[in-house]
């Protein structure tokens, strides 16, 4: 059975009349299951010990939430905290201070959370990791709220649409960092993430939220003004936070009566009408205490560096299918020369088997859904061409259902051209998918030799770089290229690419 928490809080401001109340009913969730998959992804995170330089006279206080590239306080959908804080905090935040953007200004700036939680949470409402995300960032990309647009907590929705997934690409994560629980270590990436930037960084870290007790109207010493003070953990209730500064000079009084200094700045995903419009202190002494188990306040933290990223050639993939998780898609390329050598698959990460037994759209949604997966990362080399492209649909029977649909178009475009080009596979039908797999060939271009004297399609005794437009004999428009010439044997390659 589910418990639920009612959370009532009444600020009173004083001097201008106000005051603000909060009901708010919420749901606990559990611990989530550690699964091997996470397991591998935390060693591949990188260690961070020691600041670059550590003559650094820090300030008072950092509260980074009040720049421009923090976005406004979240209010987080069914258990997609750790999504919340390290996609829609943390990755905006990094992106934006990456690209001197305002987070404020334009969705588009803005990471959606939803789009990682519903391609991680398995079609259910469910809690998770933060660095599946920031995995999932670093493998695929991350689709801003511009793009992703909403989505209820039952729906569990994938979005549809090739530009949409294309721009998604572009905001990725380089490196997954991770921190002990070092107070100056902390403080210094907080004041200019360790390396001399200004503003600094941000962090993600988890703990308990069923029981914990905070004082919502502080009125100790502080340096950035905030009323409300965590005072004692919890014990139960799985939870994500952020934490985006601190304040050296709030003072704590611990059960036992004893006096500490210091807090840590922490944006919650409640809402602004949570605690102090969404923020709370967290003092030092908690990190410091040997008797706080890491379950109930974590031992590790995480950061982000993000990076902007170009995609080369990417797959355009359009299909019919009514149990997602059932589907891993895979892509190959047969590289000029190689002939009718094995392809060499590569899974794409964001969609293998996930999302749970909906349609392709999620819960209540279409069955129909267009999406786009980068093969650059798998080519030999930036220049590599090719004479055929593979997609591979694995169909799987996964869950309870046991879907059915079918291919409807699958293309590969190639952005190192002037113009885009595309290569399309259209069958005269859609394709429908079968159990194991579903192979589908894309090529660019076909080569055949012609007895035929190569002097007219020389420039200077090299093979012309001219484009030839001509009809085939079903009327449709084709491009024709010499390849090569070969006056030994009197032949030309063409290529051509019907339109």
């Known amino acids: 059975m589910n418990k639920i928490i009612f959370c009532w809080s009444l600020c ?26 996470v397991v591998d992804i935390r060693q591949l995170r990188t260690t961070v010990s020691e600041a670059a330089e550590d003559a650094v006279q820090l300030p008072t206080s950092v509260d980074n939430s009040k720049t421009k590239y923090f976005p406004p306080i979240l209010s987080q959908r069914g258990g997609s905290c750790a999504q919340a804080s390290a996609i829609g905090y943390m990755l905006t935040y990094e992106l934006n201070r990456l690209l001197d953007r305002d987070a404020s200004a334009s969705a588009e700036n803005r990471m959606d959370y939803l789009f990682s939680w519903n391609m991680l ?40 649409g090739y530009d949409k997934y294309l721009r998604a690409m572009q905001n990725r994560v380089e490196r997954i960092l991770v921190f002990d629980d070092s ?17 600094g960084g941000i962090l993600t870290f988890s703990t308990q939220s069923d029981g914990w007790k905070i004082d919502e109207q502080y009125k100790g010493p502080s340096a950035t003004g905030y009323h409300s003070l965590l005072k004692k953990l919890a014990t139960r209730g799985a939870h994500a936070l952020t934490i985006v500064g601190y304040d050296d000079l709030v003072e704590y009084e611990d059960e036992k009566g004893r006096q500490h200094k210091g807090a ?35 031992g590790e933290l995480q950061g982000v560096v993000p990076k902007r990223y170009q995609p080369k050639v990417v797959f355009k993939v359009r299909l019919s299918y009514d149990s997602r998780d059932d589907l891993k898609f895979s892509m190959a390329g047969i590289e000029r020369g190689e002939g009718d ?13 996930q999302g749970g037994d909906l349609p392709m759209q999620g819960k209540w949604l279409e069955n129909s859904m267009e999406f786009a997966m980068d093969f650059t990362e798998f080519m030999s080399s930036p220049e590599a061409q090719y004479a055929s492209f593979k997609l591979n649909v694995v169909k799987s029977a996964i869950g309870q259902k046991v879907g059915q649909g079918c291919l409807e178009s699958v293309s590969v475009i190639d952005y190192r051209t002037h113009e885009p080009t595309e290569y399309v596979f259209q069958p005269k039908a859609p394709v ?21 004297s190569p002097y007219r399609y020389a420039d200077e005794g090299q093979p012309s770089v001219k484009v030839f437009l001509l ?5 449709k428009a084709a491009k024709l290229k010499i390849e090569k010439t070969d006056a030994k044997n009197r032949k030309i390659t063409l290529k051509y690419k019907t339109e």
Not at 17 to 24: E, N
Not at 471 to 475: E, F, H, L, Q, R
């Open 264 to 298: 840590f700045i922490v944006a919650n995903t409640w809402s602004s009408w949570a605690h102090d419009n969404g923020r709370f202190y967290l003092p030092y002494d908690f990190f410091r205490d040997p008797s706080v188990s890491n379950r109930l306040l974590s």
């Open 121 to 160: 949470n398995g079609g259910e409402d469910q809690g998770g990791f933060a660095e599946e995300g920031l995995y999932l960032a670093q493998r695929y990309g991350m689709m801003s709220e511009a793009d992703y647009g909403g989505s209820a907590v039952s729906q569990f929705r994938w979005c549809t």
């Open 432 to 452: 429908e998918l079968v159990g194991g797999d579903n192979v589908f060939t894309i090529e660019p271009f076909k080569t055949f030799d012609v007895s035929v």
């Open 341 to 353: 050598a094995l392809p060499n698959y590569h899974y794409c990460y964001a969609f293998h088997n």
């Open 12 to 37: 009173l401001a004083v001097g201008i009349g106000r005051v603000q109340a909060q009901f708010v009913q919420r749901k606990i969730y559990p611990q989530p299951r550690l699964t091997q998959a």
């Open 471 to 475: 009809k085939t004999a079903d009327g």
């Open 183 to 199: 107070i100056p270590l902390l403080k210094r990436y907080l004041y200019d993430a360790g390396n001399g930037s200004r503003p």
